[in-house]
């Protein structure tokens, strides 16, 4: 099992450009997190996925869409990027029915310029 | 909403002295507090989780001790060697909720010096 995977690692854009950043898992899990880590701010959620074709706001929401059409698979989408959105982005996922474990992307590190 | 303090923010100690990261939480309804390790360039890890029914709860070298009347938790790691040097986050949720929503701390730099 790769377990959870996040593409890209690494990524540059300019500000105003648009992404998409890739969470994959192998797991079978059902619920899914997108968060995002800027030193000493530790983890934030941007937006979160209970189930196949379900998504829902977290804490930092603004900039930022999310898709989740196949159960393995959530997307984080910046329409228009801007210097703020530079971060370390990082995508997880549990089981669910009583197992609380969160399982990590090795991340993504975007910076905007 | 939830709130999470962690101190301190950056902790150096010599290799076999113990160290201990606090964590204060606002939400009396939290029940569930885990805490994740990250060595530098990694993922998040879970190292040790804790539920409000219990007070303490041990792992070989690392224990977490619960005060839910006074809504604080803490991250003990005795003996600590230099792989112990990471970041450490705590996180505090309330699993009767609906969804699992954690909120986690800013994280602690520990620094463990051979």
């Known amino acids: 099992n790769a377990g959870v995977t996040q593409t890209p690692k690494f990524r540059v854009l300019k500000t105003g450009q648009s992404m998409t950043l890739l969470c994959a898992q192998d797991m079978n899990h059902e619920y899914m997190y997108w968060y995002r880590q800027d030193p000493g701010m530790g983890l934030r959620l941007i937006h979160y996925?209970?189930?196949?074709?379900?998504?829902a706001k977290g804490e930092v929401p603004d900039g930022y869409n999310v898709s989740r059409l196949k159960k393995q698979n959530f997307l984080l989408g910046l329409e228009s990027a801007a210097p703020s959105q530079t971060s370390v982005y990082f995508c997880?996922?549990?089981?669910?029915?009583?197992?609380?474990?969160?399982?990590f992307g090795p991340g993504t590190r975007l910076t905007v310029t | 909403g939830e709130n999470v303090e962690q101190h301190p923010s950056t902790l150096s100690v010599q290799e076999g002295d113990s160290a201990v990261i606090k964590c204060t939480y606002s939400d009396s309804a939290s029940n569930y507090f885990p805490w994740y390790k990250q060595e530098l360039g990694k993922r998040p890890q879970l190292i040790i989780d804790?539920?409000?029914?219990?007070g303490e709860k041990k792992d070989q070298r690392i224990a977490v001790t619960l005060n839910k009347t006074a809504k604080h938790f803490s991250l003990h790691i005795t003996e600590t060697q230099p792989e112990d040097s990471a970041v450490y986050f705590c996180a505090a949720s309330n699993l009767s909720g609906g969804s699992y929503i954690p909120t986690f701390g800013r994280g602690t730099s520990l620094i463990v010096h051979p």
């Open positions: 997880a996922s549990r089981p669910g029915g009583g197992s609380y474990e969160q399982y």
């Open positions: 996925s209970v189930g196949e074709g379900t998504t």
């Open positions: 804790i539920r409000s029914n219990v």
